[in-house]
Structures are given as C-alpha cells and as structure tokens.
C-alpha cells in the first residue's frame, strides 16, 4: 500500500516503521520540513519525507492521523481535497488533566475528524496502547498478539486497516460502526487512568472469554446432564 502519515511524533515513528518493514511505500508528512526528513531517514527503507498536503494527495491509499486530539481535525479540515476517498485512521485520544474525556456530551474525536474531511473513509484504530508498545517487534503478551479493536462504516477501509493492524503484529477485532468509536475512546480514558493514576492492571479487570457472559454452553450442557443422571 502506499501510506501517507501526517504528524512526526512517536506514533507515526513507531507504526510507520512496523509498515515500511511489512512493505508498504510510506511518506511521512510534517509542517516542520526538518523533523520529517529525521524520522523519514530513521526509519529507512521507502519512507521517504514530504509536507502534510503531500502526505495526503495523490497516490496515497492510506493515510494515518498521527496527530494529537484538536490538531487532528483542524488538518483534515485544511486538507479535506486532499483527503477524498482516501482511508484516514485516527489513533488520537481526546483525553486530558485528571484523566478526563474531553469529548463527553458531544460528538468522539473520530466523528470530528470524519466531519473535517467528510470525503474519506474514517477508521479507528490503534488509540488504546502507548507508542512503546507499537515499538515492540511484534507486540505479544504471553503467546498472544495484541488485540487491536477497529471501528468504521466503510468495509473495504476496514480491510485495509486490518491488514495494517497484522503487520504492526496485532489481531484485528471488530470494535463496530464509527459511532462505536467514542466508546473506545472511553475506553482508552478510564485505562490511562487505571495505569497512570492508579498503577493498576487494566487487563485484569476482565475476566477470560469463556467467563464473559456466564457459565459456557459446555458446561450448561454438563450440568444438565449431570442433573438427568442424578434424579
């Protein structure tokens, strides 16, 4: 795929190096001409440097919103031409001091996004770990692959966000509609504030799936069998 990353931050950095890794061709656009040629130059391979609007237009499939929440749109709104029909995946978190979701009451940052350049192909993805673990080649915990939820309308974006997800190392797991997305938003809020505010194991307040939604068929089915045996 050809992708165009807008922002030279530590999430651009750090997907846009599992993707030239993976194959794909990957521009990284910025406002500062300097700090794209660094990041473009330490990741080697085909990534090469160019401004924001470069990233976004012609040629490119894919373009990754790199960028923090409030910046996002107000970019996607000056290149929203740009932007038409390609597919935009926003990572960014609205979330700010005390942990607070700056989104709440009103529409999610991907909905903003998504209303700044009404002709792409929204999709979210990739908000709910740190950039240090998108760093990690490949992120897997205990034998299993990071689960990667993704949010959009449009399948054929979401396919290709998918793919993208397995070559950062992820399992894509279907998070819904983009109106779900302010829900993973959210998510990501209350996590940062179990990890950072209270330095506690987020994975932990989830029980195993087989738990999730109360005894398993098997063993509804065991019981009752027990139940015809003993009467």
């Known amino acids: 795929m050809r992708i165009g990353v807008l922002g030279t931050g530590s ?18 656009g ?21 401004g924001l609007r470069a990233a976004a237009g ?25 932007l038409d029909g390609k597919v ?23 909905q903003q996004l998504a209303a700044a350049a009404p002709g792409a192909r929204v999709v979210k993805a990739f908000n709910l770990c740190h950039e240090n673990v998108w760093r990690m080649r490949p992120p897997v915990f205990d034998g299993r692959p990071l689960a990667v939820p993704v949010c959009g309308d449009d399948e054929t974006a979401l396919a ?7 070559d950062a190392g992820g399992e894509p797991v279907a998070g819904g509609g983009l109106e779900r997305a302010g829900l993973l938003e959210a998510t990501a809020a209350l996590f940062i504030a179990l ?31 027990l139940s015809v045996r003993t009467s």
């Open 11 to 28: 999430m651009a950095d750090a997907l846009a190096t599992h993707w030239v890794r993976a194959g794909h061709q990957v521009t990284i």
């Open 58 to 82: 012609s040629g490119q499939e894919v373009v990754l919103a790199a960028l923090p929440f409030g910046a996002g749109a107000d970019v996607a709104r000056d290149l929203r031409a740009a």
């Open 195 to 225: 990890w950072i505010g209270e330095g506690a194991d987020a994975q932990a307040i989830a029980p195993p799936l087989a738990y999730a939604a109360g005894p398993s068929h098997q063993e509804s089915q065991g019981a009752r069998g």
């Open 160 to 166: 290709r966000v998918r793919e993208l997800v397995r």
């Open 30 to 50: 910025g406002r500062d001409a300097h700090k794209a040629e660094r990041l473009a130059t330490r990741i080697g391979g085909s990534a090469k440097p160019a």
């Open 88 to 110: 935009l995946i926003d990572c960014s978190n609205p979330v700010g001091p005390g942990f607070r979701l700056l989104t709440e009451g009103g529409p999610s940052a991907v």
